[in-house]
């Protein structure tokens, strides 16, 4: 992490991402051997042939998809994160928020969801910076991350060089700062 000239830089984990790969690699091994064999596989919660296919394709296509964009943010030579006295530069994930200013957040909270946490920015107009975003699947995943959360922008520290407490403490803290030298 460096902290030259009050920009922080935090780096995007390659480490990190690359067990989340082995993970997303797994799955799609065994959602493709549940495919194969979804006729001899039975367990209390898949009982069927049927709903163990099903579980298998989903499993597929979830984590095979998830295995692309890790690639791809593995390819990447972006920062994940950059916080500067303008705002806060969002690289970290397939639904990275870009670039927000200071003057648009409101506060930095927190949740978990699944076991993972999540820091929260939330923003004055969030359907306005929503509607900006050029994907649709970001926008869908910004909305139900505003609806769920109360926040359209979530950053997890899965994929960064920090740990979630010290992202949170250093936003929280920047916030703070910002606030404290625009405050008439």
């Known amino acids: 992490m460096d902290t030259s000239s009050e920009t922080i830089i935090i780096k995007l984990s390659r480490k990190k991402m ?3 790969l082995l993970g997303s690699f797994l799955f799609v091994i065994m959602g493709i051997w ?3 064999d979804h006729k001899e596989i039975t367990s209390i919660f898949l009982k069927f042939p049927l709903a163990v296919l ?4 989903l499993s597929i296509l979830f984590f095979g998809f998830l295995s692309i964009l890790i690639i791809k943010k593995l390819s990447s030579q972006t920062d994940g994160l950059i916080i500067s006295s303008g705002g806060i530069t969002d690289n970290s994930s397939a639904i ?7 003057t648009e957040i409101t506060a930095i ?7 993972q946490a999540f820091v929260i ?9 929503i509607a900006a975003q050029k994907s649709s699947f970001k926008r869908k995943a910004m909305t139900a991350n505003h609806k769920s959360f109360g926040g359209a922008v979530s950053i997890s520290a899965n994929s960064l ?9 250093i936003l929280v803290e920047k916030l703070t700062e910002y606030n404290r030298m625009n405050t008439i």
């Open 54 to 57: 099903i579980a298998g394709i």
């Open 34 to 36: 549940m495919v194969i």
């Open 18 to 20: 690359i067990l989340a």
């Open 161 to 169: 060089q920090t740990t979630h407490k010290n992202l949170k403490k």
């Open 109 to 115: 909270t927190e949740t978990s969801y699944a076991g």
């Open 96 to 102: 990275s928020a870009g670039f927000i200013p200071w």
């Open 121 to 129: 920015i939330v923003i004055k107009n969030p359907e306005e910076f």
